[in-house]
Nanobody, 120 residues
Framework: QVQLVESGGGSVQTGGSLRLSCVVS?????VGWFRQVAGKEREGVAA???????TYYLDSVKGRFIASRDSPTSVTLQMNTLKPDDTAMYYC?????????????????WGQGIQVTVSS
């Protein structure tokens, strides 16, 4: 069974930066990031292909977040110019099934999640 471990979350003020890392227990294809606020649906934030050459982003994070592939088993999400609306639990995901990258049901494996809090 694939395991995913997220790290790098925490608290930051508006305009600050955080870097999330995700380590996958075995070489993976697409790796993505979702976020969720209590009481709301999970939202696709970004995804990156196995080779790192293809990326997808939620419109509201384009130009601020950058997904990169460090190795076949490690992905980073650099989050800049953070806003209070970015506050959420962030999940690393892999094993993308055919379909839209930003649909939670299309990802088979999920990490435990890590909290990101942006204060105004």
């Amino acid at each position: 069974q694939v395991q995913l471990v997220e790290s790098g979350g925490g608290s930051v003020q508006t305009g600050g930066s955080l870097r999330l890392s995700c380590v996958v227990s075995q070489p993976s294809g697409y790796v993505g990031w979702f976020r969720q606020v209590a009481g709301k649906e999970r939202e696709g934030v970004a995804a990156i292909s196995g080779g790192g050459g293809t990326t997808y982003y939620l419109d509201s994070v384009k130009g601020r977040f950058i997904a990169s592939r460090d190795s076949p088993t490690s992905v980073t999400l650099q989050m800049n110019t953070l806003k209070p609306d970015d506050t959420a639990m962030y999940y690393c995901v892999t094993s993308l099934q055919p379909g839209a990258w930003n649909r939670p049901s299309n990802w088979r494996e999920w990490g435990q999640g890590i909290q990101v809090t942006v204060s105004s």
